[in-house]
């Protein structure tokens, strides 16, 4: 409505002369109730200021108390600033002796009635010629509202006073008075101040469906809020029309209905109701918003009452039902025949045990009325529908044959408790059963009577987890994977679904609408654990709530050598298989741009109350295509009872590493082989990891004698793998067996220890033992004191890494690139180039420093089974190359190409 702007008031006496009496609002006689006016300056003021108020509700005035030179008839002027904005019926009340008179002022013109620039000053605005006394208690009286019974006695009375857009204020009483609000009276506003409203005429039920109006109301914009609101008491055989609407934009809030009882079906009133557009051709109810009230029996009566039936108007604007409570022996709640109606949020609970009319509570929601055609948008929404024994259909739907629906959402309710949950009478084409808690409903929870359309009652919590208890042919898992009519559940421990009800998916758990929590992701998992190659790998996501399964998640791989998302290599399928499981592929293929460690995130799904989850991301998930490498195989030849050792060194370009390499020998079953160890080498001007990989097998195992092949299989850790070609190897059963003379290279003068002399390194030392008790003439000097023609005359040259016995003299060289005598080093550290060229194997257990303890302790020892292979090997003329990359010490053998 506006500010309400007000300055000055002149009186002016008219008996005798005497001076004007202007009482401005800084002057003595002036005041105000409350502290809701305020001040602004502007020339349009008297004096330069004026006062306004915006608080259109309020019972606050302000007021002008002149003193009075003598009685006798005082003509009473205002002043104030005009504007656009400002409402066109001010209220002022002037008490004289007569008693009070209220005077309503356009402040959209000035005094004389024009039309002028906002900010004006009116002018002197005559009000009336009052007879007044000095004993007057009151002058004049500012305030936005009629009061009642302080302006009037009646309600009726001030409505009828009343301009449109008015406040009516009614205080503290009992009002015994049917009311009729005309469409000239628009835009009223009438609150109540503990105030109550009784309704008088009843109709006789031979007169149904006659509405005889306790409150009429025909005007547009029409707000009735803050009363108790009573039916006429109750009288057999007849029934009360409550409040009857016929006007749009009609707002009812914030009152206390305690409607008429009944004790049969012809009986019962209705506490709302709009008017039928055959009952006033034309009516449009659009802007209904009825709100924030409640309803319960003015006294008991078995048959109940009717809170709210909205009939079917000519009106395509919005009906609202919104946060309104029902309680009592609620017969029927809440019925809408029209389009385009909301109704949310309200409570429904009955006293009443479920029945027909006239026995019990009949319907707690009922969409489609007495309408026999279409209905379109219509949403009933977070509504609790239930009772002790509750109604006999919680929510119905459908009237005739004829009915139709489209666009009819029920969504996030609770229906609880009644007979039947939610039944669709007539047709269930167009109406969709969404999100709703439906349980302890003891006939069915959702009922179809529909056999030619399926109605769509997914996602919906039926009491269990089981889901609805849908008792014909087999049990059903989400998720259903036959079609609607055919849909059985035989182990659902929920509420029953009857035939051509899609059920499926349903809510693992009870659906929350106030529930703000954004869902988060409870586990994630690959049918192939990470590292994954090249192929399609299912994953799984569980959530931690009801997931909404018409919103599809975002997937996608984040990464620095992928792009965002992928655009070539790797694609992501993927489904709802319950409204918590979201199962998909990723699908990666050989043209994936690059293997790394990749963080797997997903966003975007959405909880069955619209909250959006939290960002997942799956860490470090290896992605692999790449094929791992075999840089090296060996395979030793076998003489007399030898076993054969084999050994392969891989690495993986990837980026999941070698997860194992196998041998087969003779095209034989795979076996695993023992990892040794890993040597960081440049290859192709990179530096990888290479991976060593022994095996010893049973010599007697291999027949016959001649030429075998053993064929390697390396594996990286997403599985990639790739088989190098054979390597042959020779068999002699007969064979000399190992013996011969060696000369073993001493870095120190040697010593004689319990008879034997050996060299003083404790490495050195107990390989020549090892080496005599395995047969071998061992002869021990200091590797400079031997000479060319003494080394040439020995089977092999032997020394041990580490020491700078190693190091070749010009006579051990001489020795083995001129005379072809074998050179072995028998090395103790993580040297793989050094094993892999010299063809040993390194002990696994051994490491630098621990070479003494830990050089002969596995059995069988590598080291010696190699070992006897080498020295064999060896025999052979032969030249020993080192490579450029590999970790030797200065002491390792350097003998040339």
Sequence with gaps: MGAFA??????????????????????????????????????????????????????????????????????????????????????????????????????????????????????????????????????????????????????????????????????????????????????????????????????????????????????????????????????????????????????????????????????????????????????????????????????????????????LDEGTGTAKVVDNEFTGNVFRAITTERSNTIIKENMIVTDLSPGVPGSGGWQGINVGGANAGPISSVSVIENTVKGASGFKYGIKLGYDVTSTFSDVLISENTIQDNEVGIWTKITAAGIDIMVNNIFGNSLLGVQNDDSSNTLNAQLNWWGSSSGPLDAAGTNEVPPCTDTPTTEKNADGTGDGASDNVDYCPWLIGQANPSDKTKPAVILFATSDPSPIKAGTVDFTVIFDDDMNIFVTPDAKLIGSNIPIPPKTGVGITNGWTDTRTWNGQLVITTTFPGDDEYDFRITK??????????????????????????????????????????????????????????????GGSEQDMTFVFTEKQKISGKNVNVDTYYLTIDGTTITPDGTHTAEFKVIDGAGNFLSSSS??????????????????????????????????????????????????????????????????????????????????????????????????????????????????????SSTTGKATMNLFVETPDPVTTGFFGSTEILLLPQKIRSLSQSKLSTSAIDLGT
């Design 727 to 844: 390597v042959s190897f020779d068999k002699d059963s007969t064979a000399k067996t190992i013996g011969g003379d060696i000369a073993f290279l001493c870095k120190d003068f040697p010593v004689v220890i319990n008879s034997e002399t050996v060299c003083q390194n404790g490495i050195e030392r107990q390989t020549i033992l090892w080496l005599i008790g395995e047969g071998w003439n061992v002869e021990v000097k200091k590797y400079t004191d031997w000479t060319l023609s003494e080394l040439s005359a020995k089977d092999l040259i032997v020394c041990t890494d580490q020491t700078k016995a190693c190091k070749p003299t010009p006579a051990v060289s001489d020795a083995h690139k001129i005379n072809n005598i074998p050179f072995v080093e028998i090395s103790d550290r993580g040297s793989a180039v050094a094993a892999d060229k010299f063809n040993y194997v390194k002990s696994s």
């Design 6 to 311: 007000f300055f000055a008031f002149f009186f002016s006496f008219q008996i005798a002369l005497a001076a004007d009496i202007i009482i401005d609002d800084v002057d003595l006689g002036y005041s105000e109730t409350g502290a809701i006016f305020s001040s602004a300056s502007n020339t349009c003021g008297f004096n330069g200021d004026y006062r306004f108020e915006t608080d259109v509700g309020s019972t606050e005035f302000a007021e002008w108390v002149p003193t009075l030179p003598a009685a006798g008839a005082y003509r009473v002027y205002v002043h104030y600033c005009v504007h656009s904005a400002r409402p066109d019926a001010v209220v002022y009340r002037i008490v004289s002796d007569s008693g009070t008179t209220v005077v309503t002022v356009d402040q959209t013109k000035d005094a004389n009635g024009n039309s002028v620039p906002d900010f004006t000053a009116s002018g002197w605005r005559f009000i009336g010629l009052f007879e007044m006394t000095p004993s007057s208690a009151d002058a004049v009286r500012f305030s936005p509202d009629i009061i009642v019974p302080d302006d009037y006695t009646t309600i009726q009375d001030a409505i009828d006073a009343a301009v449109p857009g008015a406040t009516i204020d009614v205080n503290t009483g009992t009002y015994v008075e049917d009311l009729v609000i005309p469409s000239s009276k628009t835009n009223l506003i009438l609150v109540g101040h503990t105030a109550t409203i009784k309704g008088i005429q009843n109709v006789p039920i031979a007169s149904f469906p006659l509405a005889l109006p306790n409150i009429e109301i025909l005007a547009d914009g029409t707000i009735l809020t803050g009363f108790t609101i009573e039916g006429p008491d109750y009288e057999a055989g007849k029934y009360s029309s409550g409040i009857v609407i016929g006007a749009e934009d009609v707002v009812i809030s914030n009152n206390d209905f305690k409607v008429t009882p009944a004790a049969t079906s012809d009986e019962i009133s209705q506490a709302i109701q709009t008017y039928h557009k055959l009952a006033i051709p034309g009516v449009d109810i659009s802007g209904l918003n009825i709100h924030d009230n409640t309803f319960t029996h003015l006294s008991s009566g078995a048959a109940g009452y009717e809170g709210i039936w909205i009939n």
């Design 605 to 666: 799904a959405e909880d069955i109350q619209g909250n959006k989850m939290r960002t997942f991301r799956e860490k470090d998930l290896i992605i692999d295509t790449i094929n791992p490498i075999i840089t090296k195989t060996i395979a030793t030849d076998i003489f007399g009872s030898q076993d054969l050792t084999v050994s392969a060194s891989a690495y993986d370009p990837g980026s999941s590493g070698i997860s194992k390499i196998t041998v087969k020998i003779d």
